[in-house]
């Protein structure tokens, strides 16, 4: 056990996660004030769940905004995509597949369609890697909605408009064809592959990973886990592959992998435009990064031996990449700094602190106290809630909620999070691990943000996606109730009237 920055850890001999060790920002060229200003930026987002700063293979700085948490593995979305990538780079080392393969060859006839057109028939493995299928959409809405839930006859279904290789489509469907062709050579899931040959081995123990109506790993979402453990990940490919002696990952993987494969735009200027590689998107500064939807990013940086692991809850995450290059990439350096003791100590009192700020108002309404005595039958709404009850509590309120599918009962903080388990919408099988569907994990907070209006912020807390509830009480006794959810696939804005 040693003690840094104010900070308990377990050291390792080698490279490895919760084993590895921390270091001060300066030791490793890193700018502790520069973390810091970073920190300022990014938290007035008010978006950002966690990060992970790696630099030559040690923590220089990582925290969790409450009511996120470092041990709750979060759905990190297309973040996904490249661990299929490396199943697939490892599969291919083991004589298993070939990049060159043409995709149909892995499947029986009664897979494909009746007269398979020609593009169809000369796509290849590789082209599913760098979203060169062919596709002009994403093929994933034909595969949602194939009889059976055969989503490998949805993908197969669709026209291919361009000659393979030639045109870039982001393309969910494609990874999710790799997922299938994984389990078909190997004759393991590609989680239960991964689990034996990358996850145990780097110790990454708290993970899951969405199964499709088959049975199927998605491959292109649905993977669970840890900031650290992504950040392990990241490390790993800076490593080409080597972690702790063993190579896990075929070094040229590493590098084809991250490397452009087709083009995706015309822009150096953007890290949406510089390149895609094999399920790994390009980034300015000669960087490439494993990335999911709203902020669940692995940003890796060779140049400068940085692995940045983030997750959000965001529409424009270009602000993340842009205060990483603005901020962060300028004050690093290739030796070390003067040690900036002051500078550590207010990091890592900081990062330890950070917070989402917790709805702001009172604890009361002075024109509404008949509300908590109250409960409100509603109206139709798309949820189908038949009533609602708020009802103050020890810490701050309880929502109790009526659903089809039983009371639920949302715990709610004045000026803090609470945590508690709810169920906001059915169970749906498909998605039961990858959306907020069935019971899950939440922290909330509310205020009187007005005499009328109750307003309750729900974060789900292995998800990036949140909900926001506003209760507004008229004096005639009635309630208008607006509920939106946000970074939530499936989910919207409902409007429902309540007496």
């Not at 291919?92 to 070939?98: I, Y």
């Not at 995450?317 to 290059?325: E, M, R, Y």
């Not at 950070?354 to 008949?370: D, H, K």
Request: aromatic residues 10%.
């Amino acid at each position: 056990m040693k003690t840094v920055l104010g900070l308990t850890v377990v050291l390792a001999a080698a490279v490895g996660f919760a084993e590895m060790e921390l270091s001060a920002p300066e030791a490793q060229g890193v700018s502790a004030r520069a973390v810091l200003r970073w920190l300022d930026t990014v938290d007035r987002l008010d978006a950002m769940h966690s990060y992970v700063l790696v630099r030559h293979g040690k923590v220089v700085s990582e925290g969790w905004w409450k009511p996120y948490k470092r041990d709750v593995p979060q759905h990190v979305y297309s973040l996904s995509k490249s661990f299929t990538s490396t199943a697939i780079g490892m599969a291919e080392a083991e004589g298993k597949l070939k990049l060159d393969q043409r995709v149909v060859s892995f499947f029986p006839a009664d897979k494909l369609p009746e007269k398979p057109d020609e593009n169809l028939l000369r796509m290849r493995v590789r082209d599913l890697l760098c979203m060169g299928t062919g596709h002009r959409h994403d093929t994933m809405g034909a595969m949602y909605g194939a009889p059976d839930g055969d989503w490998v006859r949805g993908f197969f279904s669709q026209p291919v408009q361009f000659d393979p290789g030639t045109h870039f489509c982001y393309n969910t469907g494609a990874t999710y064809m790799l997922s299938e062709i994984l389990t078909r050579v190997t004759g393991e899931d590609t989680f239960d592959y991964l689990q034996k040959r990358l996850f145990k081995p780097m110790g990454i123990e708290n993970t899951r990973w969405t199964k499709s109506p088959l049975g199927v790993s998605v491959g292109g979402y649905g993977l669970c886990l840890c900031t650290r453990d992504a950040a392990k990940f990241g490390q790993l490919y800076l490593q080409r592959g080597v972690w702790e002696g063993k190579q896990l990952v075929p070094s040229d993987w590493t590098v084809l992998a991250g490397s452009k494969q087709i083009s995706n735009g015309n822009n150096p200027n953007s890290d949406w435009g510089p390149g895609y590689g094999f399920q790994f998107w390009r980034c300015q500064h000669n960087a490439f990064r494993g990335d999911g939807a709203f902020g669940q990013e692995c940003i890796i940086m060779p140049d400068q031996d940085v692995v940045l692991a983030v997750t959000a809850g965001m529409d424009d995450i270009s602000k993340i990449f842009n205060s990483v290059w603005r901020i962060l990439l300028p004050e690093m350096r290739d030796t070390a700094l003067p040690a900036d003791p002051a500078a550590d100590e207010e990091l890592s009192k900081r990062s330890a602190s950070l917070t989402i700020r917790p709805v702001e108002g009172a604890s009361q309404s002075e024109t509404q106290p008949a509300v908590m005595v109250k409960k409100f039958e509603l109206g139709p709404n798309r949820p189908k809630y038949k009533s609602m009850a708020l009802r103050t509590a020890e810490q701050g309120w309880t929502l109790e909620i009526d659903t089809p599918f039983g009371l639920q009962k949302l715990n709610i903080g004045h000026g803090c999070w609470v945590d508690g388990e709810i169920q906001l919408e059915p169970d749906n099988p498909r998605d039961r691990d990858t959306y907020p569907c069935g019971k899950q994990l939440y922290a909330a907070s509310g205020a009187w943000t007005d005499g009328n209006r109750f307003r309750t912020r729900v974060f789900f807390i292995a998800h990036p996606g949140s909900a926001t509830f506003d209760l507004v009480f008229s004096p005639q006794g009635t309630l208008k109730a607006d509920l939106n959810y946000r970074h939530i696939f499936g989910f919207g804005h409902t409007e429902f009237l309540g007496q």
